[in-house]
């Protein structure tokens, strides 16, 4: 029996699949679904909760996938497991993501210490208090993206700032223009207490018509009943870019490593932040941005980070309903958790 083998390590990577679907993701949709055999843990995508409108080319849901293999990574740091990460082992057209392999050993100290705010961090679209966020903080970030090869880019000048402002603008009133894609939000905003995915409207902001919003977030109150309050004017927030160099699908994994590594370390340092990618997902609006801010990177989300009161978490499917167990998991005499 080998090290990899051994009953440990299965339970290792066990948990690292129920600290994976702790992930933020696109509508939280939960586009995953796990393999687990005695020696790895696959991370898939699951194809049937792309979003059809709004993500035509899969790449919000394979941010959203990378987001949970960055969970998978921390928890087994945590565990004190050096884990080994395939990333897109059989090419961008297989559903499989990432395959994890762990070995105790020299495990990454960084990781193991944001596993401690995995339960912690959420999405919390208030409006935020006017801190300034501390430049120190706001390095760790940028270095944050960097260990994940990717680039993270504070959005400070004032061209920039209004650029961003009316690129989101511009995407928002086009995406809300489509009955298509307003149908399909809907379709992810309940309050049905036996859904485990989408948005309840504890979560999301109430639109009235009223915001000052210079960057206005996505309008997910379809329903006029969302229980956080509408926006105020605080447009000082502090935003970033979070890009890569390529538009490939291993990019896209990347960027969602990277994504949730700059969210739990903003956790971490008591701040919250929402995403926004509305900007993005209008392939005009996503061009302009790409040519303002150099063309050789490839711009995916743009964070808002700040403090106010905590926002519930939201819901998670069952992790024994999207996993699987390959055949020689059940070899294993301690299959527990
Ligand atoms: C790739 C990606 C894109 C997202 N885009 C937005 C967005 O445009 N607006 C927004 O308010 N939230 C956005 N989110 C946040 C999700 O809605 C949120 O993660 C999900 O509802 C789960 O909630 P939680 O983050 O509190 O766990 C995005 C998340 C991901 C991973």
Redesign the pocket.
């Known amino acids: 029996v080998t090290a990899i083998d051994t009953p440990s390590v299965t339970q290792a990577l066990r948990r690292a699949a129920v600290a994976a679907v702790?992930a933020?993701?696109?509508?939280?949709t939960q586009p995953w679904s796990f393999v687990l055999t005695r020696g790895a843990l696959e991370i898939h995508a699951d194809p049937s909760r792309r979003l059809r409108v709004l993500d035509p080319q899969g790449r919000?849901l394979v941010?959203?996938v990378g987001?949970a293999v960055f969970n998978a990574r921390a928890e087994l740091a945590q565990l004190g497991y050096d884990a080994k990460i395939e990333r897109l082992p059989y090419g961008p057209e297989s559903t499989l993501i990432a395959r994890i392999t762990a070995q105790s050993g020299a495990y990454d100290v960084v990781l193991a210490g944001l596993s401690g705010v995995l339960h912690d961090?959420?999405?919390n679209?208030r409006e935020f208090l006017p801190d300034v966020i501390p430049e120190t903080l706001v390095e760790e970030l940028i270095a944050a993206a960097v260990a994940e090869h990717c680039i993270l880019s504070p959005v400070v000048s004032e061209d920039h700032r209004a650029l961003v402002a009316r690129l989101t603008q511009q995407a928002d009133t086009m995406l809300n223009g489509d009955a298509a894609y307003r149908a399909e939000l809907r379709a992810w905003i309940t309050d049905d207490p036996a859904r485990m995915d989408g948005?309840t409207s504890a979560?999301i902001p109430h639109v009235d018509g009223n915001s000052h919003q210079n960057v206005p977030?996505?309008d997910?109150d379809t329903r006029g009943d969302g229980s956080i309050p509408a926006a105020g004017e605080n447009n000082d927030e502090c935003l970033l870019l979070l890009s890569t160099r390529d538009d490939s699908p291993l990019a896209w994994v990347r960027a969602?490593e990277a994504?949730e590594r700059i969210l739990l370390e903003i956790t971490r340092a008591g701040f919250m932040a929402?995403?926004?990618?509305?900007l993005v997902e209008v392939p005009r609006t996503r061009v302009e941005l790409r040519l303002a801010t150099g063309a050789s990177t490839y711009p995916h989300?743009i964070l808002r980070v700040g403090r106010a009161a905590p926002?519930p978490?939201?819901r998670r499917r069952r992790l024994v309903d999207m996993i699987e167990f390959g055949g020689d998991y059940h070899d294993d005499p301690q299959p527990t958790i």
């Not at 933020?24 to 939280?28: E, G, K, L």
């Not at 929402?274 to 509305?278: E, I, K, L, R, V």
């Open positions: 702790l933020p993701s696109i509508h939280n919000q941010i959203s987001c961090r959420h999405t679209r948005l979560a977030i996505r997910f969602g994504l929402s995403p926004m990618t509305q989300v926002t978490a939201t």
